[in-house]
């Protein structure tokens, strides 16, 4: 089976630095996903991580390291719009299918 | 064009009733997922369809039904359901479905049903 854990929730104040830990055990690995979704949203995606090292894309970076089975989702300057749920997700030996972790609630205060 | 419609965006349902969501992507992805989710909880999978074949069914109860018209169409019929069956239901697709892909998969925004 597959399970990923995360925090539940982290606050910061606008300008700051987040980082949501994923710590994952499956039965196969591809690679980890990260979404975030707004409240009454539907969940967008932000990165994907196949191999070791960090990708970074605009104000988000996202790192991997599978000796670990770890995976962390960097966030910097905090917007206010940066409010939401992220999940990390795990693509396993089942091909398509992705497993998501519980999710991080991230609160930007101004 | 990178959007995922669901329809309708709210749905409320008696136990006996039978209802359809629908879903549509013109993307030319050949993979599409249904999840249901429950509030503040994550999207839990429940059917995988592959170029327009089932491939992964999580265990799911079967007064829910899905069917792929074609590659750009998804549906999933309701049936008796359950007041726990009440959550928002998310459509999904993405362009591959071998596993070494890094393809994103895009989400609908959902139909939220209610059952009463």
């Known amino acids: 089976g597959q399970s990923l854990e995360q925090p539940s929730e982290v606050t910061a104040v606008e300008g700051a630095i987040v980082q949501i830990n994923c710590t994952y055990q499956?039965?196969?690995?591809?690679?980890l996903s990260w979404y975030q979704q707004h409240d009454g949203g539907a969940p967008t995606f932000l990165s994907y991580?196949?191999?070791?090292g960090l990708e970074e894309t605009g104000r988000f970076s996202s790192f991997l390291s599978r000796s670990d089975s770890y995976g962390y989702l960097l966030l910097q300057e905090l917007q206010m719009k940066d409010s939401a749920s992220y999940f990390c997700?795990?693509?396993?030996?089942?091909?398509?299918?992705?497993?998501f972790g519980g999710g991080t609630r991230v609160l930007v205060k101004p | 064009d990178t959007e995922v419609t669901q329809t309708p965006k709210h749905l409320v349902m008696g136990m006996t009733n039978k209802k359809s969501l629908k879903c549509e992507q013109h993307?030319?992805?050949?993979?599409m997922y249904w999840y249901k989710q429950k509030a503040k909880k994550p999207p839990e999978l429940m059917f995988v369809?592959?170029?327009?074949?089932?491939?992964i069914n999580e265990s799911v109860p079967s007064r829910f039904s899905p069917e792929c018209p074609n590659s750009s169409l998804l549906n999933l019929h309701l049936h008796a359901l359950q007041p726990e069956d009440s959550a928002l239901y998310l459509c999904?697709?993405?362009?591959?479905?071998?596993?070494?892909?890094?393809?994103?998969?895009?989400f609908g925004p959902g139909t939220r049903l209610t059952v009463t």
């Open positions: 991580n196949a191999l070791d």
């Open positions: 369809y592959s170029y327009e074949k089932l491939s």
């Open positions: 993307m030319g992805h050949r993979a």
């Open positions: 499956t039965s196969g690995f591809y690679g």
């Open positions: 997700a795990v693509k396993g030996a089942a091909g398509n299918k992705l497993t």
């Open positions: 999904a697709s993405s362009q591959a479905t071998n596993p070494t892909s890094s393809y994103e998969q895009y």
